[in-house]
């Protein structure tokens, strides 16, 4: 089977940083994408940040020029630098990745069970 691990949220004050961590785990052959989502509080699950095998990133427009994601490929590990951190920021990260499963190749979407990020005034 396949497992995504997040870590590194927790409880930061307006303008601190935070880094979030996603560890891909199981019978991988190879990952397509991952990706960073969040669900604050009485909203919708919105993609944060993504990256693909051949480099291309994008970022939502509420934390371009702030976050920063990057990918380590021998470690099937991706992260999320988070800076200059706003209360708006709040609210459960979500690692998503593309994965395509060994032997079978099989190509599908997986979730991780999400770390949350509190950003106080």
């Known amino acids: 089977q396949v497992q995504l691990v997040e870590s590194g949220g927790g409880l930061v004050q307006a303008g601190g940083s935070l880094r979030l961590s996603c560890a891909a785990s199981g019978s991988i052959f190879s990952i397509s994408a991952m990706n960073w989502y969040r669900q604050a509080p009485g909203k919708q699950r919105e993609l944060v940040a993504g990256?693909?095998?051949?480099?291309?990133?994008n970022y939502a427009d509420s934390v371009k020029g702030r976050f920063t994601i990057s990918r380590d490929s021998g470690k099937n590990t991706v992260y999320l630098q988070m800076n200059s951190l706003k209360p708006e920021d709040t609210g459960i990260y979500y690692c998503n990745s593309i994965i395509r499963r060994s032997p079978s190749l099989v190509e599908f979407s997986y979730w991780g069970q999400g770390t949350q990020v509190t950003v106080s005034s």
């Open positions: 990256i693909i095998t051949d480099g291309r990133i």
